[in-house]
């Protein structure tokens, strides 16, 4: 199925027509960035499947933000048990990508939530299939359903068909102590999230994530072997298309995931090689303040 964005929408289900006045997926959760599409859904009961004990206990999905939007990740929910649900997408993140000819789009699955079923991962196989000409586009992929075979075995498959999506496993201490250390799939990285800055993650993690529902005064870019998160390590901020820093109320913004890439698309080598140009303090104002140009008179003076 290969859907335009303009295709003639007559006719089509309360639920496309609702996708065009708001959009299902979210490119405003902050940490990254307005060119990620961010899909999340609202588990019902709250519980998802293949949730660790570390996982349930420091959910960043259950804080700030994500509070707010209780119905909307319900009805997202709802969306993916419909039979319009493929078409609904395919058609939002297409439209997202003509919007933003220039741009490197890259849809974020699942910023909150999980693969509940098989036919769920299957049913964004088929969203990929339907988009996989699209070249500005990408797909990155969390999942801690990795410990269950057949879940593991559709992922190794969508990873292995489509170029286009990095499937990134996620692990705790608590799923590494019951299932041990899982093989990445294709090139996705393995992700850990640190219960605090002296869970050490076993060798062969590629990613710390800091558990956010503690504070963290203090800058970390490695724990043990492996990165830490940049926007979480908080040494990198964010560039304008110009490459001065974006500000916030003239300080500077952290690094975003669409600059970052890591999760998306770069390697741990190229990001030694460009992470210098990211270098500053988030939160204060940039260290390099440009020089207004001064006119020619004055120069000459
Ligand atoms: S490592 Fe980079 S891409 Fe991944 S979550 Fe952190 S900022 Fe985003």
């Known amino acids: 199925m290969k859907i335009q964005a303009n295709d003639n929408m007559a006719g089509e289900s309360p639920a496309v027509r609702r996708t065009v006045r708001r959009g299902w997926l979210s490119n405003t959760v902050s940490k990254k960035g307005c060119n990620v599409l961010a899909w999340s859904i609202g588990m019902p009961n709250n519980r998802c499947p293949f949730a660790s004990i570390i996982c349930r206990q420091y959910c960043y999905a259950s804080t700030g ?13 709802d969306l993916t048990t419909k039979p319009e649900f493929i078409e609904t997408i395919t058609t939002e993140i297409v439209q997202f990508t003509e919007n933003h000819p220039d741009e490197r789009v890259s849809v974020a699955l699942h910023e909150k939530g999980e693969f509940y079923s098989v036919e769920y991962l299957n049913k964004w196989e088929e969203i990929v299939s339907a988009t996989e000409d699209t070249t500005n586009l990408n797909y990155f992929i969390y999942t801690r359903a990795w410990r269950n075979e057949p879940f593991r075995t559709t992922l190794e498959e969508l990873a292995g068909k489509h170029n286009m999506v990095r499937v990134n496993l996620s692990t705790d201490s608590d799923m590494v102590a019951k299932y041990g250390m899982p093989n990445p799939i294709g090139n996705g990285l393995i992700t850990y999230l640190a219960e605090t800055d002296d869970d050490i993650p076993p060798p062969g993690v590629d990613l710390v994530f800091r558990n956010l529902r503690m504070p963290h005064n203090g800058t970390l870019e490695r724990l043990g072997g492996a990165l830490v998160c940049p926007y979480e390590s908080k040494i990198y901020i964010a560039q304008n298309k110009n490459g001065s820093p974006a500000l916030g109320n003239g ?7 669409m600059e970052c890439r890591l999760c998306i698309d770069r390697s741990m080598g190229e990001w030694d090689s460009v992470k ?14 440009e020089v207004p140009q001064t006119g020619l008179n004055q120069e000459e003076n």
């Open 276 to 289: 210098a140009q990211y270098v500053g303090t988030p939160g204060e104002p940039p260290s390099v303040v």
């Open 65 to 77: 933000q994500f509070l707010f939007h209780h119905e909307r990740y319900a009805e997202n929910y």
């Open 251 to 257: 300080k500077c913004k952290p690094i975003r995931c």
